[in-house]
């Protein structure tokens, strides 16, 4: 993967009492309203460690639930995650990239993303088309988004200020728009 100074990659860092689901959707949410076009994928539910039935995650745009979690067994390693159903929400976000959209937020950067997995490759999509990407890093794993990013992110700390601040630094780059058309936000801009 190749990223650059250029890339606008920005890892809201977080820890446990910090909760990036709610700051992430708020934050699509208000974009959304200003006319900007946001795509993703938010998690809801707390983690497939916890074993929790609910993980799963809202996809932008529309806001609709898709659940992660299997009916199997756990694994040895405490994980139920449905990588079939995170592959099905992929393939739907990788379309969505290329239609066009102003901001790509991704819900976690977590160890399948650290190994070249998961949702690597819509990161490395969005960068690409250079649109934003925005995405929750556990503290133990921002190291890991370092070296897969080259060093070329910008570290944010989980707080709507920060988010607003660096949404105000990369505003004023154009989104790659495959129909041409523009958004509300590329005309602000």
């Given at each position: 993967?190749?990223?650059?100074?250029?890339?606008?990659?920005?890892?809201v860092?977080?820890g446990?009492?910090?909760d990036?689901?709610?700051?992430?959707?708020d934050?699509?949410?208000?974009?959304?309203r200003?006319g900007c076009?946001?795509?993703?994928?938010?998690?809801?539910g707390?983690s497939?460690?916890?074993?929790?039935?609910?993980?799963?995650?809202?996809?932008?745009?529309?806001?609709?639930?898709?659940?992660l979690?299997?009916d199997?067994?756990?694994?040895?390693?405490?994980?139920?995650?449905?990588?079939g159903r995170?592959?099905?929400?992929?393939k739907?976000?990788?379309?969505?990239?290329?239609?066009g959209?102003?901001?790509?937020?991704?819900n976690?950067f977590g160890?399948?993303?650290?190994?070249g997995?998961?949702?690597?490759?819509l990161?490395?999509?969005?960068?690409?088309?250079?649109?934003?990407?925005?995405?929750?890093?556990?503290?133990h794993r921002f190291?890991?988004?370092?070296?897969?990013?080259?060093?070329?992110?910008?570290?944010?700390?989980?707080?709507?200020?920060?988010?607003?601040?660096?949404?105000?630094?990369?505003?004023?780059q154009?989104?790659y728009?495959?129909?041409?058309?523009?958004t509300?936000?590329e005309?602000?801009?």
């Open positions: 993967m190749t990223f650059d100074a250029q890339c606008d990659l920005a890892a860092v977080y446990p009492d910090d990036p689901d709610r700051l992430f959707i934050f699509a949410d208000d974009l959304s200003s076009s946001p795509v993703g994928l938010i998690q809801v707390r497939c460690r916890s074993l929790d039935p609910s993980l799963g995650v809202v996809v932008l745009p529309g806001g609709h639930v898709v659940l979690v299997g199997l067994p756990s694994c040895a390693t405490g994980c139920r995650l449905d990588v995170l592959s099905g929400v992929a739907q976000l990788a379309g969505m990239i290329v239609e959209s102003d901001l790509v937020i991704i976690r160890r399948m993303e650290a190994e997995g998961g949702l690597a490759h990161i490395t999509r969005a960068i690409h088309a250079d649109i934003p990407v925005l995405i929750a890093v556990p503290e190291s890991a988004l370092v070296k897969f990013s080259d060093g070329m992110n910008v570290r944010l700390a989980c707080r709507r200020e920060a988010l607003e601040r660096w949404w105000q630094s990369v505003a004023g154009p989104a728009r495959r129909s041409g058309a523009l509300f936000c005309i602000a801009k």
